[in-house]
């Protein structure tokens, strides 16, 4: 017995055959449906990005407390410092630039930084969804009528982000330098304090950062047709993967590494309280 043919579909009933089903979309008149607090994540992103910039604007600019003489401590907001107002002793790589106060001390370093995080894969999620709400949640809709994706300025200098990551790459080579030269006593010797353990473990995680990248992962494993053939890159490229997979807390956990190694130094170096030492 054959089945009863399938009516054509009427504007009361609301109904589609089904070869139409797959063209037919839900018109939803509210922007979701959804009733969990989905605005709590990007207001979070919002409220942390805010406070950790405006930290680190004002110490940027404020020029003073980066250095500890006694201990070589080196603020990594200031590192490598090239300005000539710097302290000499503080200017690993002497001072070419000039003494004014709307250019930072570390004005080589701190607009590549910059460039690395803001075109990176974690933080575009972050500040898309946040800032520009776009989305700002799964099964919610955004404002914006249309989508270019980054394909036009300014979205478009996303696609420097490998090159920002050769040069936070350099970057991090110099903070690891100014950790090793810290291990210094007064008396001219090797010393050892919590500032030291605080630059070191900042360095660690910069570098777990750093090496997490996505455009890291390419260029180790990349263009690759037979990991067989290359054990050593093969190898290399299951660590950056592994270190991928913790991208987005590591990009979190070094923002507030960097802060806290800021303000020890600059506590040390305002002599709100002094350096606990282990030895020297």
Known sequence: MSAPPIPPASPASGTA??????????????????????????LLTVLGL??????????????????VADYHYLTPFYSPC????????????????????????????LPFLLLFRLTCYYYRKAYYRSFW??????AVSEPHRKYTGETRFPLIGQN???????????ISIINTWDAILAFHSPG???????????????????????????????????????????????????????????????????LASLAITDFYVMAVSAEWFSDLRFVG
């Open 188 to 254: 001219g010797g090797f010393g050892f304090g919590l500032g030291n353990v605080i630059l070191l473990a900042n360095v660690v995680l910069l570098w777990a950062y750093t090496l997490s990248c996505h455009s890291c992962r390419h260029i180790v494993g990349g263009r690759l047709k037979h990991f067989s053939k290359h054990p050593v890159r093969y190898r290399a490229w299951t660590f950056v993967s592994r270190l991928n997979a913790r991208h987005m807390a590591l990009a979190w956990i070094t």
């Open 82 to 109: 090239v300005s000539n107002g710097c302290v000499p002793e503080a200017a690993h790589f002497g001072r070419v630039l000039p003494d004014v106060w709307w250019l930072p001390y570390a004005a080589f370093s």
């Open 160 to 170: 420097l982000h490998r090159y920002a990551f050769y040069a936070a790459f350099l």
């Open 133 to 138: 709400l776009s989305p700002p949640a799964c």
């Open 50 to 67: 805010v406070a950790w910039l405006a930290y680190a604007v004002t110490r940027s600019f404020m020029q003073d407390f980066y250095w």
């Open 17 to 42: 055959p089904p070869g139409d089903q797959a063209r037919a979309r839900a018109k939803i008149g509210v922007r979701t449906l959804r009733t969990d607090r989905w605005w709590l994540a990007p």
